[in-house]
């Protein structure tokens, strides 16, 4: 999956040395600055979720291969931990200890572990995770935090929340002076571990460029009072679009294929993101519409499927 | 004389419990080898917008096995009659008398209960679940089997209603039957909305298979 020439495609097949657990490590380590930007940001009841996700997301991993007479250590391959990371970078900094173990649980039982594990879950399993949340408990997840240099923040709601125009300047927004959920307020943090993934060629940027890009150019278009004048920065720099198109949108089991159908899914992500964002009842849309768009993969990995190799059209 | 008598009795007697039996085991096999929910899959949209809680999924289930029950009962008695080209639609005017006695009798003895079903019951007219017992059993069999089976199948229907909407209350809204369980339980909203009646229905029917390949595996 590494080098440019290489496409996922059908046979022959070029191995490349990158596993599964390097590949999800090395997605952790660039989550990694986001993370500590959230717990600097918000203090130290950011960490307690981001651990307390982690772990249970590991715990019910393992106890769930072991009913499934798999060998229990395959939790620890990463991706287990990644899911608990992203899934606490989804939720807000201060909650009850029990709700991301709730979250955990949901994650890894109901979206991964019941499809067949690693490779077979049909959903993101750490958005399912955060969509469960959402729903059932609707207070906890928008009781947000006020940032360390608030002096006058406002602690009510994300940005998206709030009616009428933004109190925010851009810089706050891109540095994460606001409430929030952990890992999707400090863009700085996150662009730097995008551009890590992006340089090491562990994501390509077909998914999250045109997801990003389509989402800019709909709020542009529709998202003010009249047309062409809508604030396309403040749509970038808020909510988790950042987070959701670079790091969960492009996870490898729950995307297409080909380079045809990852602009087709990053397209329509954008797409779901800006009619929810503007025409939804919930203020933020990432979420749904990446899980939306993991349920139309099926569909566009057909559209797409490439022609074998050395077969005649 | 007296032994021929015998065992023109005996016989009487063994044909009649082998009745009995196969009578009983019309109406055992609705509630869990072909139980229309978890079994036939049947009639999952009246479950999944009704069971939210207990009270609203026996009053459903009852509805209904009244409903199949009357009209397995006249279909049977006038399958002879009844043009095969125009079976369905005759079929859907006979449950479509009994619907209605049920609507109007709910709407006059239990109000709240018809107010909270609202549209499901004048929608049992097009659950599958009564039309599929009226095409696949009871325009082939005789009057009292067909009741066993309308009675099975509405005994397994209001089952399955129960258990789900047993869960979801219990979940969705910390209750049983309206009395709280736990104090300090925060219920999982979701449980009461469409997708926690798509979980939970998912989850059951996936344990029903497991413990029955299991049954039938051993």
């Known amino acids: 999956m590494s080098g440019n020439n290489f496409t996922v495609s059908p046979a022959p097949h070029i191995r490349s ?15 990694l600055p986001s993370g500590v930007a959230g717990i600097y940001i918000y203090g130290f009841s950011s960490l307690r979720v981001i651990l307390i996700s982690m772990i249970s997301c590991v715990v019910f991993e393992a106890a769930f291969l072991k009913l499934r007479n798999r060998d229990p250590k395959i939790a620890l391959d990463g991706s287990a931990l990644l899911t608990g990371l992203l899934l606490a970078y989804n939720l807000p900094p201060e909650m009850p200890f029990w709700l991301p173990v709730v979250g955990g649980a949901v994650s890894i039982i109901l979206a991964k572990q ?9 959903f993101n399993p750490a958005l399912v995770g955060r969509v469960f949340l959402q729903i059932s408990w609707p207070v906890y997840m928008t009781t947000w935090k006020n940032p360390r240099w608030a002096v006058d923040a406002v602690s009510t709601a994300t940005p ?12 706050d927004l891109f540095l994460g002076n606001h409430g929030g959920c952990i890992g999707e307020v400090c863009i700085l943090a996150l662009a730097v571990g995008a551009v890590f993934l992006l340089v090491m060629k562990i994501i390509s940027w077909h998914i999250p460029f045109t997801f990003i890009g389509t989402v800019m150019l709909l709020t542009w278009i529709f998202g003010g009072d009249s047309m062409f004048s809508g604030d396309f920065t403040f749509h970038l720099l808020s909510g988790g679009l950042v987070l959701g198109a670079f790091f969960m949108a492009t996870d490898y089991v729950t995307r297409p294929l080909t380079k045809k159908g990852k602009i087709i899914f990053g397209i329509g992500c954008g797409i779901m993101t800006v009619v929810i964002r503007l025409r939804g009842s919930y203020p933020e849309g990432v979420s749904y519409a990446i899980l939306f768009m993991n349920a139309v993969v099926p569909l566009i990995d057909r559209y797409t499927k490439t022609r074998k190799y050395g077969l005649q059209k | 004389m007296l032994r021929d008598y015998a065992r023109t009795i005996f016989f009487e007697r063994s044909r009649e419990e082998h009745y009995m039996k196969k009578l009983l085991r019309e109406f055992s096999k609705g509630i869990f080898i072909e139980n229309p929910t978890f079994r036939l899959a049947l009639g999952l949209c009246p479950t999944l917008a009704v069971s939210t809680s207990v009270v609203n999924g026996f009053g459903m289930g009852m509805a209904a096995t009244f409903v199949l029950v009357g009209s397995n009962i006249i279909v049977s008695c006038v399958r002879k009659f009844i043009p095969s080209k125009i079976r369905i639609p005759c079929f859907i005017v006979i449950i ?12 006059a003895y239990f109000p709240l209960l018809s107010k909270s079903l609202g549209i499901f019951v004048p929608l049992i007219v097009v659950n599958c679940i009564v039309l599929g017992r009226a095409e696949a059993f009871a325009s082939k069999h ?7 089976d309308g009675l099975g199948m509405g005994a397994g229907f209001t089952l399955a209603l129960v258990v789900i ?8 809204n910390g209750t049983f039957l309206g009395l709280t369980i736990l104090k300090g339980f925060d219920p999982a909203l979701l449980f009461i909305l469409a997708p926690g009646a798509l979980l939970v229905i998912g989850i059951l029917i996936g344990a029903v298979n497991y413990f029955t390949e299991k049954q039938h595996g051993a």
């Not at chain 1, 040395?17 to 989550?31: D, K, Q």
């Not at chain 1, 998206?160 to 810089?171: I, Q, R």
């Open chain 2, 142 to 148: 005789s009057v009292a089997n067909s009741v066993f």
């Open chain 1, 114 to 122: 019941i499809f067949g594990g690693l490779g077979h879950n049909i």
């Open chain 2, 96 to 107: 479509a008398t009994f619907v209605t006695i049920v609507e109007l009798t709910m709407k």
């Open chain 1, 160 to 171: 998206l929340a709030k009616e009428g125009a933004p109190l925010f300047n851009y810089m």
């Open chain 1, 17 to 31: 040395g990158l596993s599964t657990r390097a590949i999800m490590y090395l997605v952790i380590l660039a989550l």
């Open chain 2, 165 to 172: 909407s047993a869960i979801r209350e219990a979940l969705g």
